[in-house]
């Protein structure tokens, strides 16, 4: 109970094989495009729904308490008209062309955006190295006084020293009597 085997039909390929647990009930939409699993309040635990996309990708989630029914809604009438409807499905790739032209536009405009945003990004990067390197130059003296003269910015010019230090926090002394026999 739960698992799902989402298949290609024309290779009878495996897809996907989620799982949804305990999900006794299962539902097409009426497209077709999508399917919903879900557990109602009849079972004790995991009550809610799971909507997948027709290969199976999970898209929607949502665990309720005291979920008691899934349905889902009717397609409402076309507002077209029948001569409407037709004359579209004549002019289609017409109608095809103008929103992928439109559909394009969006991207490359998203695109530009993205790249400017890039380049800010990377601008900004930039500014904070330099001042990073700006401010490493300004306190190279300082660093090197703190360190008893030694210039230490080249890994080169590093040694590596094993001090060990030995402190003596607290002494007690019993004296303990021995006895021979």
Sequence with gaps: MGSLNFTMLMSLKQCVLPDHFMAPDIEW????????TYVTSLHE???GFIIWSFNGN??????KDHFFQFSWRPSPPSSLSPEKEEEIAKN??????????????????????????????KDEWQKWVSDWQRLHEEE?????ELRDGEASD?????????????????VKEDIVEYEQD
């Excluded at 929103?99 to 998203?110: C, G, P, R």
């Design 29 to 36: 939409d009426p497209t077709g495009r999508y399917v919903a």
């Design 45 to 47: 635990m995991e009550n």
């Design 58 to 63: 999970l898209l929607y989630r949502i665990l």
């Design 92 to 121: 289609l790739k017409k109608y095809s062309k103008k929103y992928e032209a439109e559909d394009q536009d969006v991207l490359n405009l998203l695109s530009e955006q993205e790249r400017e945003k890039r380049k800010l990004l």
């Design 140 to 144: 190279k003296l300082l660093r090197q």
């Design 154 to 170: 080249e890994e080169e010019e590093y040694e590596d020293k094993e001090v060990e230090v030995e402190e003596v926090i607290d």
